[in-house]
């Protein structure tokens, strides 16, 4: 008996001893699989989240493809406005494509203010501000045109709560191309001459001529706007005809035009020689069926407009743009994760709508386009 009691008195610690570390291996044991666990449910969800964005970001492409392709469609349309289809996307509900959504807006930049281009009166007209008209111009002689609309934070005595109420209005790109309605090259009237000018404008010799003879009355001898055209003894059919056809230059586009099918109220009212109760009236007219303006000329038979003050606005609107700024915003049903691909596309004269500023942004368009290399193309 002795002997027996001392054996259990000798195995009871060990028994003990195996116990506890039995115990403790079971502990660490679980321990690392509920850290296992869970470092496989972060993957998991990282997983996800990194498929969300990536499934975002090709709805986002798809939307703003058709954006583009909804341009190319209407490109043989004589002049932009509200009877396109891309005019009023951002009214429409959002596109259903596979498990998600896309919201397509396509916005003219010819509808909104040129910072590089607009002048110092222009610019004080829209902002009110006739000091911070200065400033900006005073930057743009010094340094040159603004590549994005952030820069004009970067300007003396102004910042982003001074831009932010006209950002949406406002651009650092648009162009027109230099083609009348019919897209034909426009006439140059500062180069060709009197035979050239009476075939392709299909006018008279000495209508012709009458335009050679005042041209070389100006300083230069050269027409600075096409509104000059008023001061020809020319009939006033004839300068209506011809004012779409013709150019003062050679530039395959032109910057800065405002189109007046497509512009707010806020930018007309800054245009020269063009007063509220015109622009009132050319907004009641576009609202119209075939309200729109095929060319600018046609300002001319609106009540109060003067000669004057139409060779003071013609060289600054269009009818018909070629940039175009397009924002997708696109998400999946159900789930948090959304992409938004900002982007301007150029309408070409000859071929298919191109990427001419092409980049991804996760803020909405007054910031403009946040470039990134690797989603170009």
Known sequence: MPAASSLNRNRNPRQGAALILAILATTILTVLAVGLVEVVRVEIIAARSDFDRLQTRYLAKAGFNIGRALLMYEDNTPTDGPQDVW????????????????????VDACSLLNVNTADGDM??????DPAMADTIVSWRDKYGSFQSLGE??????IDEDAIAPYAALLTVKSLEANTSVEGKKRINVNTA??????????????EAQAMLRYRRTLPGKVFTSRGQLLHVPLP??????????????????????V?????????????????PQLVETLISRRSEENGTFRSPAELL????????????????VCTKSSTFIIEAHAGLDGRPSTRTLQGMVLRQTEGPTAPLIYGWSEKPRPTYIQIDSADRG
């Open 301 to 316: 038979d609106m009540p109060g407009m003067t000669s004057e003050d139409f060779v003071a606005l013609s060289e600054h």
């Open 193 to 206: 001459d009197n035979s050239y000018m009476a075939t392709m404008l299909k006018i008279t010799p000495m």
């Open 123 to 128: 610019l004080a007209a829209f902002f009110k």
């Open 87 to 106: 005019y009023s996307l951002q009214e429409e509900a959002p596109l259903a494509l596979g498990e998600g959504w896309c919201r397509i807006e396509v």
């Open 236 to 257: 006033s059919a004839v300068v209506q005809r011809i004012f779409d056809q013709i150019s003062v230059s050679d530039a395959e586009y032109l910057p800065g035009r």
């Open 259 to 275: 189109n007046i099918n497509t512009a707010p109220k806020e930018v007309l009212l800054a245009l020269p020689g063009i007063s």
């Open 152 to 157: 004009l934070t970067l300007l003396p005595g």
